[in-house]
């Protein structure tokens, strides 16, 4: 069974301009949350969307948007970016939310110059 | 104070011994508990997921959750140079998974 996969894998930017990651679940799953690593802060819950409706939602500015589509698939959207949006930006997918285990794509590295 | 504080490391032990992680919590109302290892470039890949207190075990790797005490452990017995990674604890109440900053640890051959 394929797992959750994230393009692109690797991504450079300047400030002001937005950017769109992609995130494909596991076959069968209908949740998808979205997630930031950084050195400083760790891993901090984004938003998670469920049956192209967003569910959850962290404490991150309105620069920060995605959406589902009707197959489960996801896109995560900054736009504006700022040199602190230089990240790791994990997906996970789980079958329905509703504290089922989640499973991690490998992310894409976001690089903002 | 972070809802999920975690044993900072890093912790490097020889290989065969046994890796005891910890992560403390604030939040009564954390009742789902996981513990992800992630190797360097990859995404966390999920390695425990319990929900009540008690002990889980499955293969070299055992969770420990007392929800009474808010503290959480995992340990890894007979430890091997491929168990070389960051540990992350997670939890939540809802599909928000809050995170501790994670542990690294090095197994020397």
């Known amino acids: 069974k394929a797992g959750v996969t994230q393009t692109p894998r690797y991504l450079i930017k300047t400030r002001g301009q937005q950017v769109t990651l992609s995130c494909s679940p596991i076959s069968g799953h209908r949740s998808v949350s979205w997630y930031q690593q950084t050195p400083g802060q760790g891993l901090q819950f984004l938003f998670e969307?469920?049956?192209?409706?967003?569910?959850n939602k962290g404490n991150f500015p309105g620069r920060f948007s995605g959406r589902q589509f009707s197959n489960s698939r996801s896109e995560m959207n900054v736009s504006t970016l700022e040199l602190g949006d230089s990240a790791l930006y994990l997906c996970?997918?789980?079958?329905?939310?509703?504290?089922?285990?989640?499973?991690f794509g490998d992310g894409t590295r976001l690089s903002i110059l | 104070q972070k809802e999920v504080e975690q044993d900072p490391g890093p912790l490097s032990v020889p290989e065969g011994a046994i890796v005891s992680l910890n992560c403390t919590y604030s939040n009564s109302a954390f009742q789902y508990f996981m513990w992800y290892r992630q190797y360097s470039r990859k995404g966390p890949e999920l390695l425990m997921y319990t929900y009540s207190s008690g002990n889980k075990e499955d293969g070299r790797f055992t969770a420990q959750v007392d929800k009474s005490s808010k503290y959480i452990s995992l340990f890894i017995r007979d430890s091997q140079p491929s168990d070389s990674a960051t540990y992350l604890c997670?939890?939540?109440?809802?599909?928000?998974?809050?995170f501790g900053a994670g542990t690294t640890v090095t197994v020397r051959a």
């Open positions: 997670a939890m939540n109440p809802d599909d928000k998974l809050s």
């Open positions: 969307y469920f049956s192209e409706t967003q569910r």
């Open positions: 996970a997918s789980s079958f329905d939310g509703n504290n089922q285990p989640q499973h």
